[in-house]
Nanobody
Framework: QVELVESGGGLVQVGGSLRLSCAVS????????MGWFRQAPGQEREFVAGISWSALKADYADSVKGRFTISRDIAKNTIYLQMNSLKSEDTAVYYC?????????????????WGQGAQVTVSS
């Protein structure tokens, strides 16, 4: 059974940094695109960043461009989200998931294998 497990969330002040990890278990390697999503209280879940299986292509939501960086360690079957210059509006539960390709990550109908989520709280 394939499982995605997020880690690295926590409490940080405005302007600070955090790095999230999402490890895939139950499969020797992933040939899927993977992405980060977030859901703030009372809001719908939104796409944050995605990366292709080869790590050669990445995409970001406009709200995080220039501040967040997604990366992938193929050997470790893990993706990361480096979050810099954090703002209070980045506070949310962050999830990782898979899709067939990076474009599909932005379509809720094509996302699968969700992790349990990691809380990120940015305090002012």
């Amino acid at each position: 059974q394939v499982e995605l497990v997020e880690s690295g969330g926590g409490l940080v002040q405005v302007g600070g940094s955090l790095r999230l990890s999402c490890a895939v278990s139950g499969r020797p390697f992933s040939s899927y695109a993977m992405g980060w999503f977030r859901q703030a209280p009372g809001q719908e879940r939104e796409f944050v960043a995605g990366i292709s299986w080869s790590a050669l292509k990445a995409d970001y939501a406009d709200s995080v461009k220039g501040r967040f960086t997604i990366s992938r360690d193929i050997a470790k079957n893990t993706i990361y989200l480096q979050m810099n210059s954090l703002k209070s509006e980045d506070t949310a539960v962050y999830y990782c998931a898979e899709a067939s390709n990076v474009a599909a990550l932005t379509n809720p109908s094509f996302q699968f294998n969700w992790g349990q989520g990691a809380q990120v709280t940015v305090s002012s």
